[in-house]
C-alpha cells in the first residue's frame, strides 16, 4: 500500500460512508487516535505525518463495526484487503 494522501482520503472514505466522523485534534493519544464509539467519531492526532495516520487507520478499522453494506464497492475491496492484511498479522 502506498503511502500517499490519496490512500488516507480512501481509508477516510471507508469511515465516512459507516457514518463515522474523523477528525484531526491535538491531546495526548498513547497510540495516536481516540474512538468516541457512542457518537461514531475517531479522533487522530493531528501531528501525525501521512504515513502516520495511514498506519494508524489501517491498524483502527479492523477494530470498528463498519457497515460493509453501505460501502461503495471500491471501498468494499479497500476494506477487505486492510482486514485480510490485519488478520494475517496476528495470525
Known sequence: MKYTATTLKKLEDI?????FTVRYERGNFQSGYCILEQKRVVVLNKFLNVEGRI????????????EFDKLTHESQKLYDDVVSKSLKATA
Not at 498506519?55 to 463498519?66: A, C, F, G
Open 55 to 66: 498506519n494508524t487507520l489501517l491498524e483502527l478499522i479492523p477494530q470498528l463495526n463498519i
Open 15 to 19: 469511515l465516512g460512508e459507516s457514518a
